[in-house]
């Protein structure tokens, strides 16, 4: 599990402020990298020629997904939150990508910060505090009629009006459970299957091929659903995030 492991780095293990430790962590490093990375992309699409290159096409794409997305869910109210579910969409999958990468320079190695429920629960949160600030600043009061569905006879709003209350608070913790154990889910499985492949190859060539070869061939197709499940996951929690502020911004 080595590969989950949060260690502090260039020497930062004993940085303190009022007591807490704010140790520079791989994984902080790998969230500015990813940061980085996601400007650079956005930034390179932003030239608006009047032919696009190559470049400017893949960002507005991306945007253009995002924007449909959003309008899908959400109505033509749903134009302001774009660059939100945008920014949040290619930072989970630039993360997810980047932490499949299978390179290592001096010793520091791509790290998954979205296989940690820390950093995706803080992603879910700050989601979840965008839908409660739309819900009460449209609706105020009005907006714990989101819990009792319309139409509901009377006799029946004590019983459905805290189960649809619980329902909504378990949102953020099951929108970033998802992420987190897919994520962990995957990685576990091929560092299992290079366990498999490497021992195979120490064992002999008997061994190795009856081991080794099926173990790697598999870990090829496991790579390959990886980075299918990197972007699925990317798309889900926006979408998800969309729905949710559909229901804070069209509260009937």
Same mark, same amino acid.
């Given at each position: 599990m080595h590969q989950f492991h949060i260690e502090p780095?260039?020497?930062s293990e004993n940085w303190e402020i009022a007591g807490f430790n704010i140790a520079f962590t791989n994984s902080s490093m790998w969230m500015m990298i990813t940061t980085i990375v996601l400007v650079v992309f956005v930034w390179g699409g932003m030239k608006r020629e009047i032919v696009p290159g190559r470049w400017q096409v893949m960002v507005e794409s991306f945007t253009g997904f995002i924007d449909d997305m959003v309008q899908a869910n959400i109505g033509k109210?749903? =134009? =302001? /939150?774009? #660059? /939100?579910? &945008?920014?949040?969409f290619m930072f989970i999958l630039f993360a997810n990508l980047l932490g499949l990468l299978p390179l290592g320079v001096v010793g520091i190695h791509p790290f998954t910060f979205t296989s940690? &429920?820390?950093?995706t629960g803080v992603l879910a949160v700050i989601s979840f505090a965008i839908v409660l600030t739309v819900g009460?600043? =449209?609706h105020g009061l009005h907006f714990f009629s989101l819990f009792v569905p319309h139409g509901t006879p009377l006799p029946m709003i004590p019983i459905l009006f805290p189960i649809e209350l619980?329902?909504?608070?378990?949102? #953020?913790f099951s929108l970033a459970l998802r +992420? &987190? %154990? *897919?994520m962990m889910a995957g990685h576990v499985l091929l560092k299992v299957l290079s366990g498999f492949v490497i021992d195979g190859v120490n064992a002999g060539a008997g061994i190795g091929l009856l081991v080794g070869a099926p173990s790697f061939i598999l870990m090829i197709g496991i790579s390959a659903l990886e980075? +299918? %499940?990197a972007g699925i996951q990317a798309y889900v929690f926006a979408l998800l995030t969309s729905l949710y502020i559909?229901? *804070?911004?069209? +509260?009937?």
């Open positions: 780095i260039l020497g109210e749903g =134009k =302001k /939150y774009v #660059p /939100y579910v &945008f920014s949040l940690h &429920f820390t950093v009460f600043w =449209k619980i329902s909504f608070l378990v949102r #953020p +992420l &987190f %154990v *897919a980075i +299918l %499940v559909n229901d *804070a911004e069209n +509260l009937h």
